[in-house]
């Protein structure tokens, strides 16, 4: 069974500082994304990855970064976190097979900024 | 560009009727439709999918969803509803465009099922 692990359940940070999500995969696939969740917004694509240093942006980039040095991790970055990115982060992962497979999910993390 | 509709916000309906749950999309090219549940604290679980072929696709719990080309729709059906059954619904769209294919989802749907 495909296991998706965010580092942190529930985070509660201050405006200005820099935060860090770490999400692991361990079933080897190619993509990983990093959505947030908002209440009648639905999920919206911040970054995704389709290989090791590589990333694209995805709908809202603006005031993250993400990192994948390994194939398995990926992490999503608040340079300068603010108040408008409270919100529930969910890390996803699928294989590179021409979006037949779904993406499988972390339990997410509750992100509050201060 | 690609979209997905959820109509409603919130469906209710009583244990033991049968439910639906409604999507609607807009692709330019061959649509890849999927339903995903999430209960509370959790992330999102694959419930089911279309890729081609028979047009009624069955899932897990029991869930099903027809696939109808011709009104753009990807309702999720289930004919006996369960008080476990309640939780967030979201309904997604990609399509074969070559590359990476990027997932658009709904804005979700809460079912309450009622004792």
Partial sequence: DVKVTQSSRYLVKRTGEKVFLECVQDMDHENMFWYRQDPGLGLRLIYFSYDVKMKEKGDIPEGYSVSREKKERFSLILESASTNQTSMYLCASNPSTGGIQPQHFGDGTRLSIL | ?115
């Fill in chain 2, 1 to 115: 560009a690609q979209s997905v509709a959820q109509p409603e916000d919130q469906v209710n309906v009583a244990e033991g009727n049968p439910l639906t749950v409604k999507c609607t999309y807009s692709v330019s090219g061959n649509p890849y439709l999927f339903w995903y549940v999430q209960y509370p604290n959790r992330g999102l679980q694959f419930l089911l999918k279309y890729i081609t072929g028979d047009n009624l696709v069955k899932g897990s719990y029991g869930f099903e969803a027809e696939f109808n080309k011709s009104q753009t729709s990807f309702h999720l059906k289930k004919p006996s509803a369960l008080v476990s059954d309640s939780a967030l619904y979201f309904c997604a769209v990609t399509m074969n465009s070559g590359g990476y294919q990027k997932v658009t989802f709904g804005t979700g749907t809460k079912l309450q099922v009622i004792p």
